[in-house]
């Protein structure tokens, strides 16, 4: 989530009440650009990185101080069969908390990360937004008897960061925390800064964000003028990178999700590099593994032919900055060449409806419950995720490795730094049409049996790297370092080996 330019100190803005940009807005925006495409060239990782074998590399052989390390914790070997040397008290700032009614990803991840670490018997402690009346738990689960869940007094889904810290001041006068951790901007500045014990995990940062403005723009018909209040955000968004730069020093940790997001942390942002640790994303093991018979039977369910070559699936909001006009005119087109092609989408907004207008090669399920999401991945032949938002991880490719699918993406530093690490995993292509129709054609050709392959590739590697034990293993670590020194160190010989 990018910042709230309002939480936290302003830079002088130019005065921009006419459609164009002054000129030097402009000049700044041009100069910004540049510097941009020269951070995008440095963090698209080399071809070097990739390996031959899918599992060669999962775990990093590594001796020392942890916050020394730039690649993902996710790498290390933390197996989690003896329990934490000591128990912690963590407070958890998240401006919303993972309801039925289909929660985001970052509220998705902050349930599966402490519900984790409160089954790892850690006292959690929530604070979060009210819920609306007959909310319940997005995933079903008990929650945990450590987790404690206190909402503020406000309207349902309001985030008042002050209320927040009120809660927190009471519960800390009980106990002190050990460690404090903060869902992206859920704690402000004005109180980060003072609180040497913090965590901050960024699910998306400005500078981020302005690379999905362009790619967004890229979208456009060379016809179709710019909009002004577009023309306005970019040269906005150039403020909100500096005004991060400024601040994000506050914040004594940063946990990046991602590998590039981590660099950028490092070598834009100007954070000392042992306080930025590279953790990635988790999800649920429990919830998403292989299950051929089930995703057959969800096949039935939703009338995909027998005879059907490959099934193509994508999940998420039906709108712009996910991709979805990018793959509804590739599908459009490609489902004419091969009619036994079928795309199954799970998720509601606006494109919803024109994917339906598709006709019969189309299935539109709508937003799918959390028990769905298995017997969905486990259907596809490959899943497909056509996001122009390079910000953030996003679960759903997660969600689909773990089921044994094989998968397709935007080659955005995020993705193929972090999660489509080998060319066996799948496909990934540029943001436009003529790239995604080149990767459906490839999947095509090669045919159910080949992309079958990719997937127990995909599962052999996120059963390592992305199950949510792993995530909050990782986590625990990195807390555990912030309490006390002496867990910085790594190995320890009588609770890592």
Known sequence: MAINSSSY?????????????????HLLYLLFISFLLFILLLHFPPSSSYTSSPTSSIIKHFSGDLRNITFSWNSLKLTGDKPPPTQLKIAVFSRKWPVVTAPGGMERHAMTLHYALARRNHD????????????LPADGQTKPASLHVHHIHALPGQWKSDL?????????????????????????????????????????????????????DLTR????????????????SIYKVLDEIRFFHSYKHHVAISDS????????????????????N?????????????????????????KALVVFGVAGRLVKDKGYPLLYEAFSKFMS??????????????????????????????????AKLKAFYNSLDLFVNPTLRPQGLDLTLMEAMECGTAVAATRFPSIKGSIVVDDEFGYMFSPNVDSLRGVLDTA?????????????????YAKGMFGARKMALAYERLFLCIKDDMYCKYPIIDFDM
């Open 124 to 135: 959690v402690h929530v604070f979060t937004s009210a819920p609306s009346p007959g909310d």
């Open 221 to 236: 018909s060379p016809d179709e003028p710019i909009s002004p209040a577009f023309n306005q955000s970019l040269a906005h």
């Open 444 to 460: 095509v050709a090669e045919g159910a049996g080949r992309l079958a392959e990719r997937g127990r590739a995909c599962r052999s």
């Open 164 to 216: 927040a810290w009120e809660l927190f001041d009471t519960e800390n006068a009980r106990g002190v925390f050990d460690v404090v951790h903060s869902e992206s901007v859920a704690l402000f500045h004005r109180q980060a800064r003072h609180v040497p014990n913090l965590a901050v995990s960024w699910h998306g940062i400005s500078l981020e964000a302005l690379h999905s403005g362009i790619y967004q």
């Open 282 to 306: 988790g999800v649920d093991e429990e919830n998403f593994e292989p299950d051929k018979a089930l995703g057959k039977s969800f096949r039935e369910e939703i009338a995909i032919p027998s």
């Open 337 to 370: 060449w091969h009619p036994d092609v079928y795309l199954v989408v799970a998720g509601s907004g606006p494109w919803a409806k024109r994917f339906e207008d598709l006709g019969s090669n189309v299935k539109v399920l709508g937003a799918l419950p959390p």
């Open 9 to 25: 100190t302003k830079i002088r803005k130019p005065n921009n009440n006419n459609s164009s940009m002054p000129t030097l807005t």
């Open 261 to 280: 997001s981590g660099e950028i942390l490092r070598d834009v942002y100007q954070i000392p590099p042992d306080r930025v640790h590279v953790i990635l």
